[in-house]
């Protein structure tokens, strides 16, 4: 990622003069951050919408991940229920594990290289790769697909979308929100291959307990009577 120097000339509205312009789109990511940065500028009818899904667009997740239980719970089955119960610890342990990523790389934030970039959410101290937002939709949305492929595929839209508003809003650079997805993805997936077998069991036996009511909609048969 090239860095790009806070002495480059900028115009009055902070934009860079034409030939620096020019050399800094053809510079990677920094280039691509610039290009919707660009795009930010010139749709400020989008703000209010973006800047409220990339700030509390992590309720959204929260619901799809309530849909997935309750999907499976309608299922009837305990290898479903167990990968619906699995979506949520998978979000979290790629979210814990996205921590030492954060702080053994210590990207700075786009805003901190590139001061007149325009940014619509607050300045914040965490470093910017990966993104801990792309990371979390990352997960669920893994984890969703291998509950639901129609669930998964909203998810997955939920989560790209996530992804371009963090860099939309300033927050990051199209890299962070990339790596964070493939972390989020990663972790989930795998979480859920290894653990799925152990949680099924263990919904199998629930289902003989008080607990059954949250683990499916299907009343027990009735007991035989001799």
Sequence with gaps: MMALSPLVPLDVEGNLHAADRAAVLASGDTGDFLRVNDFARHTTWLHGTAVAYAKYGVVLF??????????????????MMARALLA????????AANQPIVHAVNEPRPYTKLPNALLLVHRSMDASFPSDHATMAGAVAAGLLLVSWRLGIAAAAAALLMA?????????????????????????TVVTLVAAGPI????????????????????????CVA
């Design 200 to 223: 099924e069991r263990l919904v199998g036996w629930a289902l003989s307990t008080r607990l059954r009511p949250l683990l499916t909609d299907e009343h027990p048969a009735p007991a």
């Design 62 to 79: 929260g619901v799809l991940l309530l849909a997935g239980w309750w999907l499976a719970r309608r299922d009837h089955g305990a290898g």
């Design 164 to 188: 371009f508003t963090r860099v939309y809003v300033g927050a990051h650079y199209p890299i962070d929100v990339l790596a964070g997805l493939a972390v989020g993805a990663i972790v989930a």
């Design 88 to 95: 949520p610890v998978g979000m979290l342990l790629a979210v």
